[in-house]
């Protein structure tokens, strides 16, 4: 659940303040920067600064869009822990064509729920362990792990084992 902060120095409520860690669908997870006031275009706005770890990346977002958009925070060690039994022992779907199969996917990742983009991960390496994955399915399989890899780093209490086993 999202929460609104407010900055001992500010007269706004943020969502997030600098330093959280935080996740945003379709590029990893990142750390908050700054905040910072922009003009783009002569409208002033104040924006999450963000570095992604994926791709050495930094995004801006205005503060009013936050809400709207996919951005969260890192998963805690206690839901990680439900999301590592169920990515060792939760069914897969695979009997889906291919087509079909790759919607799905690019679905649940759209979502930015770790829960959905490890379901992904699990799904593409039991399959791949039963046939070659095309391109596409290859490229999606990468592009998740990455992500979720990117967010595990994130999280406290983790060890490199537990990281290790969504390998």
């Not at 002033?44 to 977002?61: D, E």
């Not at 291919?98 to 990742?109: A, F, G, L, M, T």
Request: a positive charge; one cysteine or more.
């Amino acid at each position: 659940m999202l929460w609104l902060r407010r900055l001992p120095y500010a007269e706004v409520d943020y969502l997030f303040q600098i330093g959280d860690n935080i996740v945003y669908s379709m590029h990893g997870a990142g750390i908050i920067k700054a905040i910072e006031e922009k003009e783009i275009l002569g409208k002033k706005q104040q924006y999450y600064v963000i570095k992604m770890l994926i791709g050495n990346m930094q995004v801006m977002i205005p503060t009013s869009k936050i809400i709207n958009s996919s951005i969260r925070p890192v998963t805690d060690i206690i839901a990680l822990k439900h999301l590592l039994y169920i990515f060792l022992h939760g069914e897969s779907d695979s009997i889906q064509p291919w087509k079909q199969r790759y919607k799905v996917n690019s679905d649940k990742i759209k979502t930015g729920k770790i829960q959905e983009c490890a379901e992904v991960v699990r799904d593409l390496l039991r399959l791949k362990k039963e046939k070659a994955l095309n391109t596409s399915e290859k490229k999606m399989l990468d592009n998740a792990h990455g992500f979720l890899i990117s967010e595990l780093e994130l999280i406290k209490g983790i060890t490199e084992n537990q990281i290790k086993s969504f390998s």
